[in-house]
């Protein structure tokens, strides 16, 4: 039993990894035995295993948008085929894209993803104003984390959440 049992357990998990079951767990990677040194082998192969899905999956949605790249005509139509197709990819609530208008030297909104348009609010943004002015300024990342509650909300006609986080990106 010593044996069979981690034996059998770890034959499980194998069979599961070959099925790509997600959160597969291999257990008895702590024994100081011969079945850990299995344990851990497989352990090994899933995060691998793991990372090569990852891969595929990120390579996917490259080949995706830039396929939109050559199909879209217009940039809204760009913007809002990239954001619906990119969010969600993100896990993502909401998604704006702002294109820079070069003779106004402000950032205008041109389309998203599940964001809350409000006709009554001016969306755009000059250099160096706001999140969105500041990362087009500066052209890097800038990540927001623990936002406050009631600093901006993400609005459907169901549902009105604070996001965890928001990411723009240059």
């Known amino acids: 039993k010593r044996i069979v049992n981690p034996l059998t357990a770890l034959n499980e998990s194998l069979h599961d990894l ?3 079951k997600p959160g597969v767990t291999i257990p008895h990677r ?3 035995s011969e079945i850990g040194e299995v344990a851990r082998s497989l352990e090994t192969y899933r995060r691998a295993a793991d990372e090569g899905e ?3 999956h990120a390579k996917t ?12 005509d217009a940039p809204e139509e760009f913007a809002r085929r990239l ?3 990119l969010v969600p990819a993100l896990q993502g609530l909401c998604g704006a894209f702002f294109l820079l208008d070069e003779a106004a030297q402000r950032f205008r909104i041109i389309g998203g993803y599940s964001y809350p348009r409000r006709h009554d609010l001016d969306w755009s943004f000059a250099m160096g104003q706001g999140i969105v002015g500041q990362c087009g300024k500066d052209k890097k990342t800038i990540t927001l984390a623990d936002i406050p509650p009631n ?9 009105e959440v604070a996001p965890p986080a928001i990411v723009v990106v240059p």
């Open 30 to 32: 702590q024994d100081q």
């Open 61 to 72: 949605i490259l080949a995706e948008v830039a396929s939109l790249l050559q199909t879209a």
């Open 18 to 20: 070959l099925a790509h």
């Open 83 to 85: 954001m619906s197709k």
């Open 54 to 56: 990852a891969q595929r």
């Open 151 to 159: 600093y901006i909300t993400t609005i459907s006609e169901l549902i």
